[in-house]
T-cell receptor, first 123, second 110 residues
Framework: EVQLVESGGGLVQPGRSLRLSCTAS????????VYWVRQAPGKGLEWVSG????????GYADSVKGRFTISRDNAKNSLYLQMNSLRAEDTALYYC??????????????????WGQGTTVSV | QSVLTQPPSVSAAPGQKVTISCSGN????????VSWYQQLPGAAPKLLIF???KRPSGIPDRFSGSKSGTSATLGITGLQTGDEADYYC???????????FGTGTKVTVL
């Protein structure tokens, strides 16, 4: 079964840091771009960050640029999000998701076909 | 704020059809693929449409997608009570070098 499982969320004070993890199974993780998407309570989806299959390409939303860092460890089938200088407005459910097709990024992305259940971050 | 604009809500009776619009610009929808997601209450988003108009396996053909210029549309025919959910469009924005989602639309079955 293709699966993504997030972890690492919790309650943190403003200005502190938190590291989220997402563990993949059931597919060849190192062939796919993966993403972090968040949803504040009662609000819509917000694209946070993405990373290509080989880590050569990375993108961030303006709202987190300079504070969040995305990374991946293909040997561990894992995606990470290091969140520094956290603010109240970062409070959200954080999902990880994978791209539909392998070896695509950015303008060639087709959509996100597998999502985790999310991990909650409260600042 | 979201770069892509959707109507806040649409509604129709069971068996009827609804369409949801997603408006962008020449940096996002105009030049990149659009995808659509369904989010049932309390659940993670689910991919309904990718590459503008393709359905993943398991998604019924009651759901359809189209794109024209800088706008995209999701159609749902034969509306069912189980279709009550929030729906989001998404794409890449080449100016921002980031992904973007729509503002979201709540579908209500009357």
């Amino acid at each position: 079964e293709v699966q993504l499982v997030e972890s690492g969320g919790g309650l943190v004070q403003p200005g502190r840091s938190l590291r989220l993890s997402c563990t993949a199974s059931g597919f060849t993780f190192d062939d796919y771009a993966v993403y972090w998407v968040r949803q504040a309570p009662g609000k819509g989806l917000e694209w946070v960050s993405g990373i290509s299959w080989n880590s050569d390409s990375i993108g961030y939303a303006d709202s987190v640029k300079g504070r969040f860092t995305i990374s991946r460890d293909n040997a561990k089938n894992s995606l990470y999000l290091q969140m520094n200088s956290l603010r109240a407005e970062d409070t959200a459910l954080y999902y990880c998701a994978k791209d539909t097709y392998d070896y695509v990024w950015g303008s060639f992305s087709y959509g996100m076909d597998v999502w985790g259940q999310g991990t909650t971050v409260s600042v | 704020q979201s770069v892509l604009t959707q109507p806040p809500s649409v509604s129709a009776a069971p068996g009827q059809k609804v369409t949801i619009s997603c408006s962008g610009n020449n940096s996002n929808i105009g030049i990149n693929y659009v995808s659509w997601y369904q989010q049932l209450p309390g659940a993670a988003p689910k991919l309904l449409i990718f590459e503008n108009n393709k359905r993943p396996s398991g998604i019924p053909d009651r759901f359809s997608g189209s794109k024209s210029g800088t706008s995209a549309t999701l159609g749902i025919t034969g509306l069912q009570t189980g279709d009550e959910a929030d729906y989001y469009c998404g794409t890449w924005d080449s100016s921002l070098s980031a992904g973007v989602f729509g503002t979201g639309t709540k579908v209500t079955v009357l």
